[in-house]
C-alpha cells in the first residue's frame, strides 16, 4: 500500500522557537494533502489542507500565521510551528491523497509528537 | 454538522473471543463511514468502508462493519480476535461534501 512518512517522529524544543514537520509520500505523488492534530483523548482534528502549488486552506480557529504550511512539491508538504508554546505540545499526523483518488482516500503518517517546555 | 462517537476508550478481550467496538454517529445528510486502525507507531489505515450497497461490510484482517441507518450505527466486529489485533481503532464519518469527522478511538488490547 502507500506509504506516508513523517520526520521527526518526536520532537522537544523550547518555548519561543519554530519547528518543522515534514510530510512525505514515498511511493506516489500527492496533490493534496491533509494536516491534522490529536489531543490525548480526543479525536483528531482536522487543522488544514494544503494543495500542491498552492495556499493550503485553514480550519476555523486555526491560526494561519502560527502553523505555516508549504507544499511545494507532490511528495513533500511541511507543518512549521513558529513561537511554539507549551500549549501547542500535541500529536500532529499528516495524511495524503493520490491525484484522481476519490476523496475518502487517505494514506496517513505515523505523527509526530511534538513537546514544547 | 456532523459527529462520530466511540463510547469505549478502552476494550480488553481475551484472544479468540469475539469482539465488538461501537461507533455511532449523527449527520443531516447521507453519510460516508469508515473505520480506520492504528497500530503503534503507524499511521492509520483504513480498515473498511461503507459508501453504499450492502449494509454488512468486509474490511481487511476479518474485520467486518455493519450499516444501521435507524440506529445510526457502524460497530466494528471480529468473531475471534488475535494478538496482532492489538491497537487503536478510529470510527470516521463524512456526511455529503463534509471533510471526515473522526472518533476520539478505541484501544483494542487482546489478552492472550
Known amino acids: 500500500g502507500a506509504v506516508v512518512s513523517q520526520h521527526p517522529s518526536r520532537v522537544i524544543c523550547k518555548s519561543g522557537t519554530s519547528v518543522k514537520i515534514e510530510c512525505r509520500s514515498l511511493?506516489?505523488?500527492?496533490?493534496?494533502m491533509f494536516w491534522y492534530r490529536q489531543f490525548p483523548k480526543k479525536s483528531l482534528m482536522l487543522m488544514a489542507t494544503?494543495?500542491?502549488?498552492?495556499?493550503?486552506?485553514?480550519e476555523q480557529g486555526v491560526e494561519k500565521d502560527k502553523f505555516l504550511i508549504n507544499h511545494a512539491s507532490l511528495t513533500l508538504s511541511t507543518l512549521t510551528v513558529t513561537s511554539a508554546h507549551p500549549e501547542d505540545s500535541s500529536f500532529y499526523i499528516c495524511?495524503?491523497?493520490?491525484?484522481?483518488?476519490?476523496?475518502?482516500?487517505?494514506?496517513f503518517g505515523p505523527g509526530t509528537r511534538l513537546l514544547v517546555l | 454538522a456532523q459527529s462520530v462517537t466511540q463510547l469505549d476508550s478502552q476494550v480488553p478481550v481475551f484472544e479468540e473471543a469475539p469482539v465488538e467496538l461501537r461507533c455511532n454517529y449523527s449527520s443531516s445528510v447521507s453519510v460516508y463511514l469508515f473505520w480506520y486502525v492504528q497500530y503503534p507507531n503507524q499511521g492509520l489505515q483504513l480498515l473498511l468502508k461503507y459508501l453504499s450497497g450492502s449494509t454488512l461490510v468486509k474490511g481487511i484482517n476479518g474485520f467486518e462493519a455493519e450499516f444501521n441507518k435507524s440506529q445510526t450505527s457502524f460497530h466494528l466486529r471480529k468473531p475471534s480476535v488475535h494478538i496482532s489485533d492489538t491497537a487503536e481503532y478510529f470510527c470516521?464519518?463524512?456526511?455529503?461534501?463534509?471533510?471526515?469527522?473522526f472518533g476520539t478511538g478505541t484501544k483494542l488490547q487482546v489478552i492472550p
Open positions: 470516521a464519518v463524512r456526511g455529503g461534501y463534509q471533510k471526515v469527522t
Open positions: 494544503s494543495n500542491e502549488g498552492s495556499k493550503a486552506t485553514y
Open positions: 495524511s495524503a491523497r493520490p491525484p484522481l483518488a476519490v476523496q475518502e482516500t487517505q494514506y
Open positions: 511511493d506516489f505523488q500527492a496533490t493534496t
